[in-house]
């Protein structure tokens, strides 16, 4: 079978609607564009338990759509495999039984091929719907949006990380080129002491997490107007960086030694000189000195900070700077020194789908910005990521502040 054919989304009939159902053909299509050039194979690969294979997120958007829009909401509508109900459930503890995280490479049943039929029954009811008129469902289905762009960019994450373990260095786009390289000057803004407002204003789409609308107190502060370069990394690892503990908090130092971290992740001596080479989607590549730095963790983040005399913003200070002054977007997620706690009088929506986000509020920290793989229109000013201190697989960087 042809999967480039049998996973196009826009080459199927054009039904007349509103633009919520052209958003939710555009945002379906842009996932299987992206496992379109894998085989089954590479489909299949969990490389890691915190990953998932390409063809589990093909899955779990789907589930998203059929569980908490279609069953509820459109009468007489058919599942399309009650077994998809347990196996293809994230983390909606709610909702029942689901497959254990660590064990979704197990699954070579059902097939990719099953799985875009999956995904076909599902955008016929989606698509019945909302040209039916979605009224009071359409915030419930713009988050269901939001999520499989959220699954987007894991695909990429995944798919790195699972390419990266095979020794032949499989390349997944040859023509894929790192985010624009920053000049080598790096300036400093300043920003006033005062009472701000921070978190989403209720215009457009915005997570739980957003919200509520706070006031937050900051004293004077300065921040970069670009994220740390390669080269300046590669200066840390040279002045022994990662074999200085005053430089590391206790369970950086803990979680450095033990997995023996020497670099960044996917970075590795070129032919075993000074020069580094990353892995990246388009295969081994060389380092460039002027790229952001990316693929740290918070621990990496935060020592390199400590090294340079600098700190890491808070996301509050990360963004009342971002409505000030221009900031690196669309390279790498940027590491804050914010815990993710729930802002003042947060509280999740009622039933399963509140377990969106609240119920990870805890053992997290927050990154700012967006990345090269975040989807277009996906990210804002406000928007929250977060990942455990140790994670590094994502596309995560740097940018340093201090005290003005």
């Known amino acids: 079978m042809n999967h480039d054919q049998a996973i196009n989304l826009s080459t199927a009939p054009a039904v007349s609607g509103t633009p919520l159902l052209a ?5 379906r299509a842009a996932s299987e564009a992206i496992t379109a050039a894998l085989s089954d194979e590479d ?4 490389s890691m338990p915190d990953a998932s294979p390409a063809k589990w997120h093909l899955a779990h958007t789907s589930w998203f759509f059929e569980t908490f829009v279609l069953v509820p909401h459109l009468p007489g509508y058919a599942c ?3 077994s998809y109900a347990m196996l293809f459930n994230s983390y909606y503890v709610a909702l029942g039984d689901r497959h254990p995280r660590p064990e979704r490479g197990m699954l070579s049943r059902p097939s990719r091929v099953e799985i875009v039929a999956y995904r076909r029954h599902v955008d016929a009811a989606m698509i019945r ?11 419930l289905i713009e988050l269901g949006l939001h999520h499989e762009q959220q699954h987007q960019e894991l695909l990429h994450m995944d798919i790195l990380h699972a390419f990266s373990r095979n ?3 499989p390349v997944y786009d040859a023509d894929w080129q790192p985010p624009k390289r920053a000049a080598p000057n790096q300036r400093w803004h300043t920003i006033s002491a005062g009472l701000y407002r921070i978190g989403h204003e209720g215009d457009g789409f915005g997570f739980d997490n957003e919200s509520p609308l706070h006031r937050v107190w900051l004293e004077h502060f300065r921040i970069a107007d670009r ?4 080269g300046a990394y590669q200066q840390f690892i ?14 950086g130092w803990d979680a450095a030694t033990h997995a023996g971290w020497e670099a960044p992740l996917y970075w590795q001596r070129a032919f075993g000189e000074g020069d580094w080479q990353t892995f990246s989607p388009a295969g081994l590549r060389s380092l460039h ?5 990316m693929h740290i963790s918070y621990y990496e983040a935060d020592a390199f900070a400590r090294w340079a005399g600098a700190r890491l913003p808070t996301e509050a200070e990360w963004e009342i700077a971002a409505r000030r002054v221009t900031q690196a977007q669309g390279i790498g997620w940027q590491w804050t020194s914010s815990a993710y706690s729930p802002y003042p009088g947060f509280a999740p929506a009622p039933g399963a789908v509140g377990e969106y986000n609240g119920k990870f509020m805890i053992n997290q920290m927050v990154l700012r910005g967006s990345a090269w793989a975040t989807p277009s229109g996906h990210a804002r000013v406000t928007y929250r990521n977060f990942f455990p201190p140790h994670a590094r697989w994502m596309m995560s960087a740097i940018r340093l502040a201090d005290q003005a």
């Open 167 to 169: 020794p032949i260095g």
């Open 43 to 46: 489909c299949q690969l969990q």
């Open 238 to 251: 040279e002045d022994g960086g990662y074999r200085r503990p005053e430089l590391w908090l206790s369970d």
């Open 289 to 293: 000195p002027d790229e952001a730095v």
């Open 129 to 139: 719907l909302i040209s039916a008129g979605a009224g009071p469902l359409s915030e």
């Open 80 to 82: 399309f495999d009650p």
């Open 227 to 230: 994220l740390v370069s390669a």
């Open 23 to 27: 958003r939710y053909r555009e945002v």
